[in-house]
């Protein structure tokens, strides 16, 4: 991409509504734009970040065994008078009528929507377990949408339905999730701890939020400080066995760990003092089992082995696309800007032209550029003809990994620099060691 040709409006100024520095970086980089109250666009660059954190999410769900569909946004009330959340539901729901008068609403979750679609089909005890799963939008009416898309009204969501015959079976169901939420984030280059959490309007007791720790989190959280180095679930990880599944969430449930809805100071206190973590975090995902509470009221059985009707025995499992953004950011940064992890970069390479319009520095940047596009590598060209010193500050504040900086004295020896964007580490090597360098 070349940035003459793209689109990502900079910010030279800090904007004035941002409260923490990932909703600065993330105005100042041109990555969103808010429409209205909490309702944001996603500019190119910052949808090139949330493409990725998708694709790893998605990535981790397919392993996991969950099979992905598209639900509506727009749900018809009907569903939710069935299960009995349309009045429970409150002010957070967006309620509209259509022109014929019906009451519809924008979905803030899908636990009655998809129960809907397996009663339609699923009839048999044979065709589970299953665990369907879509990346869709949501609205929610918070009472608070602050921190750019941290929090905010229409956000996106993976939200993931197990459904098992038995409780067993979605304790399991439940399991596969648990570890595929531990690699994602990891993939995301985060270190988040499952939390025992409390259920609110979605049901059920057993609950784990997924917690980033962040001095700028909004919720308070209590831990052993051992999960910082826990071993994540490795790709070989058998999501097909029981035993293996359940070792792993026991492993990251031995110690202490609750969010401050379900904190248990007595329990807390146990934990030998120095080992105590009490900070500030981020919930990037939430899973919950709870049972057949929506198969009940909506009628959503299958025959059993024994011939009889059983209610099906369900889960849901949310992760927030829209605010691991956010959350990498606040994660990983400097003074200068965003730090991105290799994993989820908008680009993997800046190629800065230091002098435009100079013969020398332009085909250098253009070979360099062909070349490690050629190789598969998502690259910008910075070809404008802004000051060096201008297109250093927007490379530092958008975050690429890594720059390749042509500028006329270094072309003129038939050499370029390479900088990492994070150590700030700079070599100087010549245009052809450049390109090997990325092309392995
Ligand atoms: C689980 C999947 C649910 O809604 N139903 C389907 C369950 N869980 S949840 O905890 O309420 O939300 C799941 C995740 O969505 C993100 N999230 C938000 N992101 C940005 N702005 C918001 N207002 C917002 N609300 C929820 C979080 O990452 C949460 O863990």
């Known amino acids: 991409m070349r940035l003459s040709r793209y689109f990502m409006p900079i910010l030279k100024e800090n904007p004035k509504e941002a409260e923490i520095v990932s909703h600065r970086l993330m105005l100042r980089a041109g990555m969103i734009r808010q429409q209205s109250q909490g309702i944001y666009s996603w500019l190119p660059l910052g949808k090139r970040v949330l493409d990725k954190v998708n694709a790893i999410i998605r990535d981790e769900q397919n392993r996991a065994g969950a099979i992905e569909l598209s639900m509506p946004t727009l749900q018809s009330a009907e569903l939710w008078q069935e299960s009995g959340r349309y009045d429970a539901y409150g002010k957070e729901m967006l309620r509209i009528k259509d022109r014929q008068d019906r009451p519809m609403l924008y979905g803030p979750t899908n636990e009655e929507m998809v129960t809907d679609i397996f009663r339609s089909s699923v009839k048999s005890y044979k065709d589970l377990p299953l665990n369907l799963y879509h990346i869709q939008l949501k609205f929610r009416d918070e009472i608070r949408p602050r921190f750019g898309t941290m929090r905010s009204r229409e956000f996106m969501m993976k939200d993931a339905y197990s459904f098992d015959l038995t409780r067993e079976g979605a304790e399991h169901s439940y399991n596969k999730m648990f570890a595929a939420y531990l690699r994602t984030f990891e993939r995301l280059g985060l270190r988040a701890i499952p939390m025992r959490a409390d259920t609110g309007p979605i049901g059920g007791n057993l609950s784990h939020e997924f917690i980033i720790l962040a001095d700028t989190g909004e919720s308070e959280v209590f831990c052993h400080k051992d999960f910082v180095g826990f071993d994540i679930p490795d790709e070989r990880t058998d999501f097909d066995s029981v035993e293996g599944l359940q070792a792993i969430f026991e492993k990251w449930t031995s110690l202490y760990a609750a969010t401050s809805e379900m904190h248990d ?8 003092e120095s080992d105590r973590l009490s900070a500030r975090g981020i919930e990037v995902g939430h899973i919950f089992y709870f049972g057949t509470k929506y198969s009940e009221t909506m009628g959503a059985k299958v025959q059993g082995p ?24 606040e994660a990983s940064h400097d003074d200068n800007g965003i730090i991105w992890p290799a994993s989820v970069a908008p680009f993997d390479i800046v190629v800065i032209n230091m002098k435009a319009g100079d013969q020398a520095c332009d085909d250098t940047c253009e070979l360099v550029y062909a070349a490690l596009t050629k190789a598969g590598k998502d690259v910008l060209y910075d070809d404008t003809d802004d000051r060096a010193g201008t297109k250093f500050a927007t490379a530092d504040l958008i975050g690429v990994p890594v720059q390749v900086i042509a500028g006329p004295r270094a072309v003129a020896n038939g050499e370029v620099e390479v900088k990492d964007r994070k150590t700030g580490a700079r070599e100087t090597m010549t245009i052809e060691a450049a390109i090997n360098r990325f092309v392995a």
Request: aromatic content about 10%.
């Open 306 to 329: 024994d011939g009889k009707e059983h209610f099906v025995h369900m889960g849901s499992y949310g992760i927030g696309p829209t605010r691991l953004v956010p959350a990498i950011i």
């Open 265 to 272: 100071e007595a329990a807390f206190n146990a934990v030998p």
